[in-house]
């Protein structure tokens, strides 16, 4: 049982939905709220459940408690549980008086509770009370969500304008060394392979922990941003370097984290922050990205460069770097070498378990060796430079 009075396809009127087991209450509920709003009306709990998941979708339920089958507490119980109908406010409408049937009605989920016989004024009131508050409820909950759609949104051109910034970076430094070809997507796929199978190793767990797994991954294509400082004669050197020309090359790791690390302060200082140590939350990326830029030519046995660090003294994310550096360049034509075919690759890169690389990051590539592959493949230079096919 639904009627309700016709109304036109357009009305814009609140809908009510009243539930009464007894049709001559029905009937003076719908004669009295109908001039205001639609009205439509259920006979019992189980046939008012039905109802609120048909159009139109009532705004607010009056709804008495003694009923057969189901009764008011009963089909309250049900609305609240269900995400679709939970929001939809209540009014109890009852005979039952006493203040322990008051509070366990508001203490449900109902909003008001209305004593029969019926008084029209008060029932009006209640009913106009609770569809303005209901009305705010909702206006504020879409100012959230657009909100919160905007936000996502500045969030979304913020991070973009990140990764383009952070790639031009990068691509100024691979410029300059024209035949290392895509890199620097190789680098950070290998890199987010790594992160993957580690995530959850007991030595790696907290500082692979979200967010800083995908700004590792972020911060990977600066790694050797300080190679914009290394002259043209030695970083494009077609031969073998010199001691003293090497001595040179290594300084990149330095410059390019001093060149983060003063970003990172003028940052800081343009925001009011001044230069307190550390860059912030909203830096994180740039810190990481320094750390890897410094640390990635560190060896686990301490004797990599710049700072000879050894062990877990060496940056994770820098740990990460280092293999998949090392692996690109191995596994790829530079002008000054010719690739290694992968079994002399994962041969080098063995040997170097525990010597130049953390042992369980070796064992990470060992694991993802086919999928080292096939990020070298997918993201091959063209002519190829490789010797993985």
């Not at 209450?25 to 998941?53: I, K, T």
């Not at 550390?278 to 740039?286: I, V």
């Not at 301490?302 to 060496?314: E, H, R, V, W």
Request: aromatic share 4%; with cysteine; glycine share 6%.
């Amino acid at each position: 049982m639904d009627p309700a009075l016709p109304t036109p396809a357009d009305d814009k009127r609140n809908t009510i939905l009243v539930v009464d087991d007894t049709s001559a209450n029905l009937a003076v509920m719908g004669e009295l709220l109908s001039p205001l709003y639609r009205v439509r009306v259920a006979n019992s709990g189980q046939r008012a459940l039905a109802a609120v998941h048909t159009p139109p979708r009532p705004d607010l339920i009056l709804l008495d408690i003694m009923m057969p089958g189901l009764d008011g507490y009963s089909v309250l119980e049900r609305l609240q549980a269900d995400p679709a109908t939970r929001d939809i406010p209540v009014i109890f409408v009852t005979a039952m008086s006493g203040d322990d049937d008051e509070e366990r009605g508001l203490s449900q989920g109902a909003v008001d509770y209305v004593a029969k016989p019926i008084r029209a004024a008060i029932l009006l009131a209640r009913v106009r009370t609770h569809l303005e508050l209901k009305q705010a409820r909702d206006s504020l909950r879409q100012q959230n969500e657009n909100l919160e759609h905007l936000v996502q949104q500045r969030t979304e051109e913020n991070e973009l304008i990140k990764d383009v910034s952070l790639n031009a970076l990068a691509l100024l430094a691979e410029k300059r060394d024209n035949e290392t070809g895509n890199h620097l997507h190789r680098t950070q796929a290998y890199v987010e392979l790594l992160i993957e199978h580690l995530r959850e190793h007991p030595r790696f767990a907290q500082a692979l922990r979200p967010p800083y797994d995908s700004l590792i991954a972020k911060a990977a294509p600066l790694h050797d941003i300080g190679k914009v400082g290394i002259a043209d004669q030695i970083l494009l050197k077609p031969g073998r370097l010199t001691a003293e020309e090497f001595e040179v090359m290594k300084t990149h790791s330095q410059i390019g984290a001093d060149a983060l690390h003063e970003a990172i302060l003028r940052v800081q200082a343009g925001h009011g922050q001044g230069l307190a140590p550390g860059p912030g939350p909203a830096l994180e990326f740039l810190q990481i990205a320094q750390q890897i830029a410094l640390s990635h030519h560190e060896k686990w046995d301490g004797s990599g460069y710049p700072c000879g660090l050894a062990g877990d003294d060496i940056p994770v994310a820098a740990r990460l770097m280092a293999l998949a550096d090392v692996f690109d360049a191995l596994s790829c034509k530079r002008h000054y070498k010719e690739p290694f075919p992968i079994d002399t690759v994962v041969r080098i890169i063995t040997e170097g378990r525990g010597r130049h690389f953390d042992p369980d990051v070796v064992d990470a590539f060992l694991a993802l060796q086919p999928r080292f592959v096939e990020v070298a493949m997918r993201y091959a230079d063209i002519p190829p430079r490789h010797a993985l096919g």
